[in-house]
């Protein structure tokens, strides 16, 4: 593990304050409730633009995860099993709607998203958390309860919106709200390595 | 055939639940081989406690469960019909117990069916064996790293990709560079080359289950194999794409003769968690 006092801690939902404190390369452990939604609920909100009094969460400074997690049931109530984030690509044509739209302070996936999502990132003030692919098992460790659920009978348990209790889920800062961009970084090295490999 | 049935059921929980020897071991080396404090360094920590809690929990390394792949050899006395069925009768089954997430998509209604079985899925490939046992190899590939997968046909006047192992070599660079971080690396990036798509996928999808120790026969084939390796891990993209030494565990290539006029190369893709076994009965 790093170094605990390197890691800050957070608290959702998310002031706009602190979202724009934060910057890439920073660790989080991040508390209070956060919201699942992967391709379904994205194409969903920006297509029937609901209001947020007709759903039941307040996406007003809210977490989103881009996760399609794996649930069981059992009279009526319902179990994480495993819940790793999800290639968040797929969500980058509607990322820009949903934060401006919806005031999302942060958004946890994998694989980092487009500077179109960055460039929304810097003008509402809104982080990409980057969580760790495939470590489902751990993630859901972190899942203490589920809260609630939207759009179930709709979407199925992989798609639907869940509300998730987290403790310490662990994150790093890639895109933070001055438009700066790890992936984008890391692109750029990669590309003049390559060129250095195939010697176009 | 119900045994049959049991013992698909629990290798495809083995498979969900835990990473193979070699693989495990090699994010060790990985993990040792990044600096201290580094991101990559905590995205390979996280990969091998999160492998340590599916273990001892029996719970799912990772949420997408994936496409289950069968490779089947089947002996002569046993017909390839009862396999299929037991190993239908096998994913429903674990997909209750294990439990798997559902991903079978009816793509004319948007449907999924539940149980993860459907018009072709699972996946199953047949062959006939000589030998007395009943050999089943399952790879349970997640969406991600499917998604990833790059086909090409050489010459590339992009790559300026010759018919020739470099071109080939350029390709595989290509593709890795082209996906970065979204594919959870370090990958195992499997290569098929052939005359037909069909044969070059093949190849390519079954280099995935070779062991990470285990190079390819031919000495030239072998020695793109390490030097693509080297080469990949010094794009430095990294685990998770953060950045860093490791990008790829192996590189696995599988060849065919071509037709003179065709030169396909497949790239496939398997993400840091490459969840594979065998069972033989």
Redesign the interface.
């Known amino acids: 593990m790093k170094d605990k006092a390197a890691i800050k801690i957070i608290e959702t939902p998310l002031s706009e304050e602190t979202a724009r404190e934060l910057r890439v390369g920073q660790s989080v452990l991040i508390n209070g409730t956060i919201f699942t939604a992967r391709d379904k609920v994205h194409g969903y909100l920006m297509s029937q633009k609901p209001r947020p009094e007709e759903m039941p969460f307040n996406l007003d400074g809210a977490i989103i995860y881009h996760c399609g997690p794996v649930i069981s049931e059992e009279n009526g109530s319902f179990t994480v099993i495993a819940a790793g984030p999800t290639t968040s690509q797929r969500m980058q044509m509607y990322e820009p709607f949903v934060i401006s739209h919806y005031g999302v302070r942060g958004i946890i996936g994998k694989g980092g998203m487009s500077m179109e999502v960055a460039e929304a990132m810097r003008e509402s003030g809104c982080v990409y958390l980057h969580a760790i692919g495939g470590a489902g098992a751990l993630l859901a460790e972190k899942i203490k309860k589920v809260e609630g659920v939207w759009m179930l009978e709709e979407f199925g348990r992989a798609e639907a919106m869940w509300a998730l209790r987290v403790e310490e889920f662990p994150a790093f800062v890639t895109i933070d709200s001055t438009g700066a961009s790890i992936h984008a970084e890391v692109e750029r090295t990669s590309k003049q390595r390559l060129s250095g490999l195939i010697q176009r | 055939m119900l045994r049959l049935r049991d013992g698909i059921k629990e290798i495809i929980r083995k498979t969900a639940?835990s990473l193979p020897r070699d693989i495990e071991e090699a994010l060790k080396a990985a993990y040792e081989s990044e600096p201290e404090?580094s991101?990559s360094r905590?995205?390979l920590?996280?990969?091998l406690?999160?492998a340590r809690?599916?273990k001892g929990?029996l719970?799912?390394?990772?949420?997408?469960?994936g496409t289950p792949i069968f490779y089947v050899r089947v002996p002569r006395e046993l017909s390839f019909a009862v396999v299929e069925q037991s190993i239908i009768e096998g994913v429903r089954l674990a997909t209750e117990s294990v439990?798997?997430?559902?991903?079978a998509v009816d793509v004319l209604t948007e449907k999924?069916t539940g149980d993860n079985t459907g018009l072709f899925f699972p996946e199953i490939y047949f062959e006939q064996s000589e030998q007395d046992t009943l050999i089943i190899d399952l790879s349970l590939k997640?969406a991600?790293s499917e998604?990833a997968g790059t086909f090409y046909k050489l010459p590339d006047e992009r790559?300026?990709?010759g018919r020739d192992l470099d071109g080939v070599?350029?390709c595989v660079?290509?593709a890795v560079?082209s996906i970065?971080?979204?594919?959870?690396p370090p990958y195992t990036v499997g290569v098929g080359i052939a005359g037909t798509r069909l044969a070059a996928s093949k190849l390519s999808r079954n280099s995935l289950m070779r062991k990470l120790g285990e190079w390819a026969a031919d000495p030239m084939v072998m020695e793109l194999e390490k030097r693509l390796l080297s080469?990949i891990n010094?794009?430095?993209?990294?685990a998770?794409?953060?950045?860093g030494n490791c990008t790829a565990l192996g590189v696995k290539i599988n060849h065919a003769h071509r037709h003179t006029g065709s030169y396909f190369v497949d790239v496939s893709i398997a993400?840091?968690?490459n969840r594979r076994s065998r069972l033989v009965w």
């Open positions: 639940v404090n991101p905590e995205a920590s996280q990969m406690e999160n809690i599916a929990t719970k799912p390394l990772c949420q997408d469960t439990p798997l997430r559902p991903n999924n997640g991600g998604n790559l300026k990709a070599r350029k660079l290509d560079y970065q971080g979204r594919a959870c080469e010094s794009l430095g993209i990294g998770m794409g953060l950045g993400c840091w968690a």
